[in-house]
């Protein structure tokens, strides 16, 4: 008799136990995940705007091709496409990355810069960070 009742009451320990366990597991899990990708979008906008700095008056001059002349250590990248969305200049490797196309560009990038993804011909998914940026002439480059 006593025996049914530690069963049952073992069980709802063990339940109750575990219902805990996957409560904390997806709370630690998706506040991990939340600080990684902002870890993330912190150190690109912080990458490209030192990269951007030496532009003179915010204007691209697509003429200056040393002013984009850097290394690109640690998995960071960099393309900068014209405004018909040919690749004008990129770090080497580049190649193997689908892009997304002007007019999703133009249409996330309305408000400033912005954050998408993109996709290597192996399947791997990468975090991108974009900025327009307008030539002397007015043409828009994405950074």
Known sequence: MFSRARWRLTLWYAGAFTAILVVIGVAVLFTTRTALYSQVNDDLQLRSERLLRPIVGGQFNPGRQDV????????????????????????????????????????????????????????????????????????????
Request: proline residues 4%; hydrophobic residues 35%.
């Open 68 to 143: 984009f002349q850097f290394a690109t250590a640690g998995g960071y990248f960099y393309v900068i496409t014209g405004p018909q969305g040919n690749v004008f200049q990129a770090s080497e490797g580049i190649e193997q990355v689908e892009l997304p196309g002007v007019a999703e560009l133009e249409s996330k990038t309305e408000g400033g810069s912005a954050f998408v993804s993109a996709t290597t011909t192996d399947g791997e998914e990468l975090r991108v960070y974009v900025r327009p940026v307008k030539d002397v002439r007015g043409n828009t480059y994405f950074f």
